[in-house]
Structure formats: C-alpha cells, structure tokens
C-alpha cells in the first residue's frame, strides 16, 4: 500500500457511504433495527446552548494514529471540564475503532463521541442508515464558543458541513483541512531572485528561467501517483471556469470532461509536461520527487499541505517550505487568484443512542471554537476546518503559508468526490493522466477516455450513484 492510499484511509475513507472491507452491517442495531429515542437534552441556556447534561458522563473514544490523542487529554478534554466542571469526562484511545466499538453500537450502548477514522473505522453509510448518528443541525445552529452572536456553520468552512452530509442532513463532522497547492523552498527561491507567479504567462516564463539556470529542474509530480497531477489539471479546470466543473464531474453528467474549461487546464499542464519536467518524473513515487525537491533539485511540485509534516525527518532546517495557488490561467477566469482545493477530512460522530449525546455536540462546539482549533494546528502541524484559527499563532512555515493562502481564499474554493465515489473513474483518470504529461496522449484523447469511463459508470446499474 502507498503513503498516499493509506493517507487516504487514516483522514478521509469511507466518505459518502464507501465502505472498507468487512465493516458494514456490524453497526446494525440489536432487535429488529428500529430507531430507539435519543435521550432527553438537559435545559439550555446562553451559557449551555446545546442541553448538555452535567450529571451524565461523556465518554469519549479518539482513533490513535497519526494525530495521536494528545490533542484531546491537553486541548479540547479541558476545555470542556473548565467550562461544567461536574461533567465526568471518560477518555479512550484505539487504532481498532470498529472493532472496539461495533459491538457497543449494535447493542445500543455507543460511547457519546467517536473520532470514526483509521483502517479499522465503522462505515459511515451503515451508521447513518441505522439512525446511529445525531443529525448535527443544533451544533451548526448553535452560536460559536467564541461569539454567541456568530452560529458555528458561520465560524468553519461550508465544504466540512457538505461533506458530512447525507441526503443533505450533517451526520459527521470533518475537522482537519488540506490545502492544495504548488510548493516550493522559500531560501531557494530567495536566493536565485524567484518570484511566485500568479498568471500562467508568469509562471511558464519562471519555469524557463529556472530552466535556463541549470539550478534545478522547475517542475515535478509524483509520476507512479498521477493523482498528483489531474488534482491540479481539475482545480485549474474549476478556477476557469466555475465550481460547477467539478460537480457536474461528480455528478457524472454529460460531457463534463470533455468541456472547454477541462480542456484548457489540461493543455497548460500538458504544455509543462513536455517542457519543463524533472527528467525520470514518470517512474519517481511521492517520496522520491519530496526528497528531490529537498535536495534543491527540483524546484516546484504540486501537494497537500501535509508535505512539510510527512518530510520533517529529511527537509533542511533552513529549507523554508511555502505554497502558492494555481496561477490564473487567462484574464477572464471564472474564479479570483488565490482560489485554492480545499478537502476536509479526519471524521468525528456523536451517537445518538448515547446516554448524553448533548456532551458530545457540546465537545464538538468546543473543538470548532478559535483556542481548540488553533491549539491542534499547533500540536499536530495540520490545518482545521475553523477559519482564522492559524491567525496568530507559531506555526511551521508550510504550515503558515499554507494557513495564510487558506485565509486569503475565503470562499473561493473547490473540491471533488469521485475519487471516493467511483474508484474506477479515478484509476482511468490518473493513468490517463500520467499518459498526458507523457505525450502519450493529446489533450482531446485524455478527455475522451475518461468521459467515455464515467459514461460506463452512469449507465451502469450495479454502480450506486452519489450527487452532490
């Protein structure tokens, strides 16, 4: 298994209903399966919003992989306890969350909150079908733990509220953010005199100044993971020519690969492959063409904002690691500069048949608030889904770039589902891909072939098809 499809599994599997392996059907409920009621909330109040009951534990369960549980016994746990000093709060930790927990779902006994995630984590699709989940309405409806004028839903990126829904009801809370971008080394581009480009004539004119220079070669992507690549040929696509782009991808409809805007980020990035790519690209895996650029000998490659953390034990010390958005590729670009991909991952339940299920929306409000997010950013080197919660803080330099080009972005961002939704479209699409930036393909064939894929997955019956 790669780093990247295991990343994939640790922050943001099983998203809209795609299971893994042996994990659904379990968390059907004990009986006949009928929905048993949620406890009655506790009174609210201005300084209670949510009715969390006070004489009622919150026990609480954290998937203990790359983020550890840290983050919950020192930030968020006593956050919580300092504002209802009487709740019991009752810590756990697991890398085997569905099978620690599965058998307490079925027999109507789930904890009051769950981070669902890691290789082993329940399917989200089977939680909600079974009514296991608490919608989470009253939590974006309720107002902020920073400013009771400002409701949570207001406070946090609207991507993390879509993709936790289902059927349009929010059921899973997304918490961490990956940014998109180009990255590139600060003291590098220091020293040669490099400015960040932020039109394609600006940038396909420093490509061929770093070219000329012999410094490095200007550009690379993961070749053995071309995923790298139509991830920046589609949000190019979507800055072009609109957010619809990408959902009418998602949505599998008609000649949406093949549209002009599509079609037009595919050329610029097949123009750069032909140009101005590290020699050996299409054989180099993630790790490799990081290490390449952490030895100065690629200038800038396309990543999520987990790069700096993934190659903290062999970047310099001095290395200065930022990121830039996708320059505009012509003057009448749908979307501003600075609009960026943006995904939400990392998922967090309450379960509705908890004996205190408002502590655990309680526990979500104080992880949306500025001091919770701002704390884990700072913990685990990642970003959150709370706006303006790097603001401030010391964070890595990625990190910081990354934050800053977040804030800049505002609403100005994008993402895409079917990767998750149609695992078969995404392995046309990266060999496809690959092929492109190969000059193995032109532009009007790279588009073809995958819209001739998801034409086969539309018109096949057996596919369960999701739209957002």
Same mark, same amino acid.
């Given at each position: 298994?790669?780093?990247?499809?295991?990343?994939?599994?640790?922050?943001?599997?099983?998203?809209?209903?795609?299971?893994?392996?042996?994990?659904?059907?379990?968390?059907?409920?004990?009986?006949? $399966?009928?929905?048993?009621?949620?406890?009655?909330?506790?009174?609210?109040?201005?300084?209670?919003?949510?009715?969390?009951?006070?004489?009622?534990?919150?026990?609480?369960?954290?998937?203990? $992989?790359?983020?550890?549980?840290?983050?919950?016994?020192? &930030?968020?746990?006593?956050?919580?306890?300092?504002?209802?000093?009487?709740?019991?709060?009752?810590?756990? %930790?697991?890398?085997? &969350?569905?099978?620690?927990?599965?058998?307490?779902?079925?027999?109507?006994?789930?904890?009051?909150?769950?981070?669902?995630?890691?290789?082993?984590?329940? !399917?989200?699709?089977?939680?909600?079908?079974?009514?296991?989940?608490?919608?989470?309405?009253?939590?974006?409806?309720?107002?902020?733990?920073?400013?009771?004028?400002?409701?949570?839903?207001?406070?946090?990126?609207?991507?993390?509220?879509?993709?936790?829904?289902?059927? $349009?009801?929010?059921?899973?809370?997304?918490?961490?953010?990956?940014?998109?971008?180009?990255?590139?080394?600060?003291?590098?581009?220091? %020293?040669?005199?490099?400015?960040?480009?932020?039109?394609?004539?600006?940038?396909?004119?420093?490509?061929?100044?770093?070219?000329?220079?012999?410094?490095?070669?200007?550009?690379?992507?993961?070749?053995?993971?071309?995923?790298?690549?139509?991830?920046?040929? #589609?949000?190019?696509?979507?800055?072009?020519? $609109?957010?619809?782009?990408?959902?009418?991808?998602?949505?599998?409809?008609?000649?949406?690969?093949?549209?002009?805007?599509?079609?037009?980020?595919?050329?610029?990035?097949?123009?750069?492959?032909?140009?101005?790519?590290?020699?050996?690209?299409?054989?180099?895996?993630?790790?490799?063409?990081?290490?390449?650029?952490?030895?100065?000998?690629?200038?800038? #490659?396309?990543?999520?904002?987990?790069?700096?953390?993934?190659?903290?034990?062999?970047?310099?010390?001095?290395?200065?690691?930022?990121?830039?958005?996708?320059?505009?590729?012509?003057?009448?670009?749908?979307?501003?500069?600075?609009?960026?991909?943006?995904?939400?991952?990392?998922?967090?339940?309450?379960?509705?048949?908890?004996?205190?299920?408002?502590?655990?929306?309680?526990?979500?409000?104080?992880?949306?608030?500025?001091?919770?997010?701002? !704390?884990?950013?700072?913990?685990?080197?990642?970003?959150? /889904? /709370?706006?303006?919660?790097?603001?401030?803080?010391?964070?890595?330099?990625?990190?910081?770039?990354?934050?800053?080009?977040?804030?800049?972005?505002? !609403?100005?961002?994008?993402?895409? #589902?079917?990767?998750?939704?149609?695992?078969?479209?995404? !392995?046309? /699409?990266?060999? %496809?891909?690959?092929?492109?930036?190969?000059?193995? #393909?032109?532009?009007?064939?790279?588009?073809?072939?995958?819209?001739?894929?998801?034409?086969?997955?539309?018109?096949?019956?057996?596919?369960?098809?999701?739209?957002?």
């Amino acid at each position: 298994m790669t780093p990247l499809s295991r990343r994939e599994l640790l922050r943001s599997a099983v998203l809209a209903g795609i299971a893994l392996p042996a994990l659904s059907a379990c968390a059907t409920p004990a009986g006949d $399966g009928a929905v048993s009621p949620a406890p009655a909330a506790g009174a609210t109040s201005a300084a209670n919003p949510l009715g969390l009951a006070e004489d009622r534990p919150l026990e609480i369960w954290i998937f203990d $992989g790359g983020f550890g549980d840290a983050y919950a016994k020192e &930030i968020h746990e006593p956050m919580l306890k300092a504002k209802y000093p009487k709740l019991e709060i009752r810590h756990n %930790a697991t890398q085997e &969350i569905a099978k620690t927990l599965q058998p307490r779902f079925a027999g109507g006994d789930p904890p009051e909150f769950v981070n669902n995630s890691g290789a082993n984590a329940m !399917d989200f699709g089977a939680l909600v079908q079974d009514g296991q989940l608490t919608d989470l309405t009253p939590l974006y409806a309720a107002p902020s733990w920073d400013d009771p004028a400002v409701p949570v839903r207001d406070t946090i990126d609207s991507a993390a509220i879509e993709l936790g829904s289902y059927d $349009g009801t929010p059921y899973v809370l997304n918490y961490v953010n990956t940014v998109w971008g180009i990255w590139y080394s600060q003291k590098l581009f220091d %020293a040669e005199g490099w400015q960040v480009p932020t039109t394609w004539e600006e940038f396909t004119a420093l490509c061929e100044t770093i070219k000329k220079s012999g410094r490095a070669a200007p550009f690379t992507y993961a070749g053995r993971h071309p995923y790298y690549i139509y991830e920046a040929i #589609l949000t190019l696509a979507a800055k072009v020519g $609109g957010k619809d782009v990408l959902k009418n991808i998602d949505n599998l409809q008609d000649g949406a690969w093949t549209a002009e805007p599509v079609k037009q980020a595919a050329t610029a990035f097949a123009e750069l492959g032909a140009k101005y790519l590290l020699q050996g690209t299409a054989g180099l895996d993630h790790v490799q063409t990081q290490t390449a650029q952490n030895k100065g000998q690629v200038a800038m #490659l396309p990543c999520g904002s987990w790069l700096e953390n993934e190659q903290k034990d062999t970047t310099p010390a001095d290395f200065g690691y930022a990121m830039f958005p996708l320059p505009d590729l012509t003057a009448s670009d749908a979307m501003p500069y600075g609009t960026l991909h943006v995904q939400p991952g990392e998922e967090y339940v309450v379960p509705a048949r908890s004996a205190n299920p408002r502590a655990g929306l309680e526990y979500m409000r104080a992880m949306l608030s500025r001091q919770g997010a701002g !704390d884990f950013m700072e913990l685990v080197s990642t970003l959150t /889904v /709370v706006k303006d919660a790097g603001r401030g803080r010391t964070l890595k330099p990625g990190l910081a770039s990354a934050s800053r080009a977040r804030e800049a972005a505002g !609403d100005n961002t994008v993402w895409f #589902l079917f990767r998750k939704w149609y695992a078969e479209l995404h !392995d046309e /699409v990266a060999a %496809a891909s690959g092929q492109l930036m190969n000059g193995k #393909l032109t532009v009007d064939e790279w588009a073809e072939r995958a819209q001739r894929k998801a034409d086969a997955i539309k018109d096949d019956s057996s596919v369960k098809k999701f739209t957002r």
